[in-house]
């Protein structure tokens, strides 16, 4: 019989087993690095019992944090040969070898978290990062803004890597050049769990754009051909300048930056809003059309501080059509595909980041997903992600996220 003790023992046993010593790695083999947004879910899931250990953990991530304030979306710390593209293909120019691209911001928002479990501890270990977390956010606001919403140069950097979101802006790419190339995602999962070669030709087409103009911004500005206003992006964004506000002014800080970027972002978070839709969406910079797609990052909008009733009735509707929580694509467009990577499966990271807001907001669901989100990794473990229909796991196991969210926001013990 699976108890609250065993899963709590086994959620601590799988981020010690990924544990590098000073950063995790998401799960053995498949992500054998240090990725941002899962490095600072697993901040999160450390602060549960080890808040030192957490605070560890932000600042090795920022320890490769580029002169122009970007924070890579992988840090090649120690070479592995299994994993492609590696960090000769991205040819980063950080501290540390690097790719080229960031990642959704929530490690200020973590940071708060954090802090928040041991302020005494918290103080002196944020201090130092908070000019840092200054200028990753200030390095969005002066590269990646389309009328003050976030866009993406990469669907890697959104973190939903294949999601129906790009398939527009994708299709216009000519993957000329390219080449031979081995994957290695497929040697570790099933095929059909992974982004088709026809999207993977078109990754690695953007990733040896930004490699050949050696990541120069203003020139990626000018000639990436990818350009996608994301919610992703948007809505984390805006929640991570709101906490980092917060420990600004706890910290005695000069927050005028801050403030404004949260003017800036509150006001873009309107042009993502598509009225036939009638929810937030992605739009393509480029050539201005939505994606029409209602995701997972859709409903991240109460995580953001936007409090919009129509995205209640659409969260409704899609929670109707699936058991646990929300899935990543609407499961009545004819794209959803349950098991396919962020075209239709369910992740607790998006089911706790959409939770916490409506908690916060006092929007009533935001229980129910977190009661689902218990149940379904109660019944089928610590996967990187999930079937929302039969809870079924599905990608990488033992995975650091899943193992944090259930650490710090899921498990009974931490409710009673």
């Given at each position: 019989m699976t108890t609250t003790q065993n899963l709590d023992d086994s959620a601590k046993a799988i981020l010690a087993s990924n544990d590098k010593g000073k950063y995790t790695v998401p799960t053995h083999g498949l992500y054998p690095y240090q990725w941002n947004w899962d490095s600072a879910f697993a901040a999160y899931g450390f602060a549960q019992y080890d808040v030192g250990r957490a605070w560890l953990e932000l600042e090795t991530l920022f320890s490769g944090q580029w002169d122009d304030g970007m924070v890579p979306h992988i840090l090649f710390?120690?070479?592995?040969?299994?994993?492609f593209p590696g960090p000769d293909v991205w040819g980063g120019v950080g501290p540390i070898p690097s790719s080229g691209i960031s990642q959704p911001p929530i490690a200020a928002t973590m940071a708060r978290f954090v802090y928040e479990k041991n302020p005494a501890i918290g103080a002196d270990r944020l201090a130092p990062l908070f000019e840092k977390f200054v200028a990753w956010h200030q390095w969005f606001i002066d590269w990646r803004l389309d009328n003050g919403a976030v866009c993406i140069t990469h669907p890697w950097e959104a973190g939903r890597?294949?999601?129906?979101?790009?398939?527009?802006?994708?299709?216009?790419?000519?993957?000329?050049?390219v080449g031979e190339y081995t994957r290695r995602d497929t040697s570790h999962v099933d095929d059909d769990m992974r982004p088709t070669k026809h999207d993977y030709d078109r990754y690695l087409w953007l990733v040896q754009q930004g490699s050949r103009l050696k990541w120069d911004q203003s020139a990626l500005l000018e000639q990436n051909p990818f350009r996608v206003a994301d919610p992703t992006m948007t809505f984390t964004l805006l929640r991570a300048s709101r906490d980092l506000l917060a420990l600004g002014k706890l910290l005695?800080?000069?927050?005028?930056?801050?403030?404004?970027?949260?003017?800036?972002?509150?006001?873009?978070?309107?042009?993502?809003w598509n009225e036939k839709l009638g929810s937030f969406d992605s739009r393509d910079v480029r050539s201005g059309r939505w994606a029409n797609s209602i995701s997972n990052a859709s409903f991240l909008c109460w995580y953001g501080g936007i409090d919009k009733p129509e995205m209640l009735e659409r969260l409704e509707q899609i929670m109707s059509k699936v058991q646990y929580g929300v899935p990543s694509f609407n499961p009545q467009d004819a794209k959803f595909?349950?098991?396919?990577?962020?075209?239709?499966?369910?992740?607790?990271?998006?089911?706790?980041?959409?939770?916490?807001g409506m908690e916060e907001m006092g929007v009533a669901q935001g229980q129910q997903i977190r009661e689902s989100t218990q149940r379904l990794i109660t019944e089928n473990g610590f996967a990187e992600y999930f079937d929302p229909i039969d809870g079924s796991p599905a990608g990488g196991d033992s995975f650091t996220w899943t193992a944090a969210v259930w650490l710090g926001w899921v498990s009974p013990s931490i409710r009673n």
């Open positions: 710390h120690t070479i592995d040969a299994g994993y890597d294949n999601a129906p979101d790009w398939d527009g802006a994708m299709e216009v790419l000519d993957p000329v050049g005695g800080k000069d927050v005028k930056s801050v403030e404004k970027h949260i003017a800036i972002l509150e006001a873009g978070v309107q042009t993502l595909d349950s098991k396919r990577y962020w075209r239709g499966p369910v992740w607790a990271i998006m089911n706790m980041l959409i939770a916490v």
